[in-house]
């Protein structure tokens, strides 16, 4: 059982940072990727970023150059650096695991908030 928890939301002004944690528990060395969603007020959740077990990083164009994922295995810990962030930002993010055996993203955190806003 993998059990995800998100912390670092916040309100933030335009160009500010934010740094998201996603504490995992269990298998870590089970999950192929682990990643970033968010779904803003009225929208569909979408991908952000993610990381494979290799380390390999990919992300959603808008975010490109403005955030960064990165994973401590020894410590079980995911973490998106938010750099230069913007009102369209807004929104609740989310932690999300996939095993090596699924094809798609099984396990979830409960979110966090992040405002963007003057």
């Known amino acids: 059982q993998v059990r995800l928890v998100e912390s670092g939301g916040g309100l933030v002004q335009p160009g500010g940072s934010l740094r998201l944690s996603c504490a995992v528990s269990?298998?870590?060395?089970?999950?192929?990727?682990v990643g970033w969603y968010r779904q803003a007020p009225g929208k569909l959740r979408e991908w952000v970023a993610s990381i494979t077990d290799s380390g390999s990083t990919n992300y959603e164009e808008s975010v490109k150059g403005r955030f960064t994922i990165s994973r401590d295995n020894a410590k079980n810990m995911v973490d998106l650096q938010m750099n230069s962030l913007k009102p369209e930002d807004t929104a609740v993010y989310y932690c999300a695991a996939r095993h090596f055996s699924e094809p798609t993203y099984g396990y979830w955190g409960q979110g966090t908030q992040v405002t963007v806003s003057s």
């Open positions: 269990g298998y870590m060395n089970m999950l192929a990727a």
